[in-house]
């Protein structure tokens, strides 16, 4: 299975454009801090707003700046794309075996279905509904809860890709 | 006076523990102060650019706690991978444009509070004084050089080679 992605990957020939474009690595990354701030800006706002903070802000304005963190988001995973197909040195292998990695993109997963959660289940329209000044139902906090820890988590395991030997280490595997 | 502080007992944990908590947890740190700081600046820029008007421009002042709630973070995060790195980031010019645009996004998002936010036209919902679009962009764009300068800070041979100078 891994190796079947990884070929599939190699066959895109990233890396060797990666290899031979100096550029591409430095560009993608800040094109990647781009696309996190607008996520965490917009999302993580409309989160914030749902557990009670910024009252006076209506929770369905904050939502229309959302679709800036979704555009965040598919910019992350063209960048992310060149980082694992393009990894010009340990291939598409050294990312899709890392631990910190794979749990990044668990946790990108789990943000998705908390979202379809936000939106299936009638939540999205309760907080829409709550007053400029008010309180946010139980349910929408809950869920801007879950989305924040989820997104820093991202983050947080993100940043540990490149130093996956600490985590491994330090969880005794 | 760069060696006592780079090998100083802390400097030396956060470079060389192998604890999760030192070197890595702190780098991320640093990166989740980045998205609040920037995040909210932007929407916050967004809005004063014209952009959602149904949000009451007053109301978005509650978002300072938050933004220098991140910027505190990167503060102590920073300056704790700063000691670690001391040597070579001294050295580093990328570094110090880094620290020039985010002194400089700091005093616009100070100036935007007093000349914007504290205005009568925006206190009393009236309206938004026609300097704050000038603060929003300078804000945004104080903000993306900070990032840019910041992330090549990581790769001073690249920028040796194509501007010429490192």
Redesign the interface.
Known sequence: MMDTIANLMLKTGLDNYVATH??VW?VC??LH??G???????V??VD?RMLG??????IA??E??VP?GVLGLALNMITGFIFVAGNPVGGPKEYLGNMAFLIKMSLILVAGVNLLVFYVFGIARAANATA?DGSAPLSAKLVGAVSLLLW?GV??F???IM?ND??L??WGL | MIDAIENSAYAVWVRESPSIWAYTTILSLHAMGLAIIVGINTVVALRLLGFVPDIPVAKLRQLYPWMYLGFTINAFSGLSLLAANLSSDSHNWMFGVKLLMILFAMINLELTKVRVFDSPLVVNGTGVPPAAIRFAIASSVFWSLAIVAGRLTEYPNFVAKWVGFG
Request: avoid cysteine; charged fraction near 10%.
């Open positions: 100096d550029w430095p990354e800040i801090f781009f996190m701030f607008a996520i965490i800006g917009t993580g706002l914030l903070v910024g009252k006076g802000i209506p304005s904050l229309r700046f800036i400029p820093f983050i947080y993100g940043r540990f130093y600490t985590l280490n330090a």
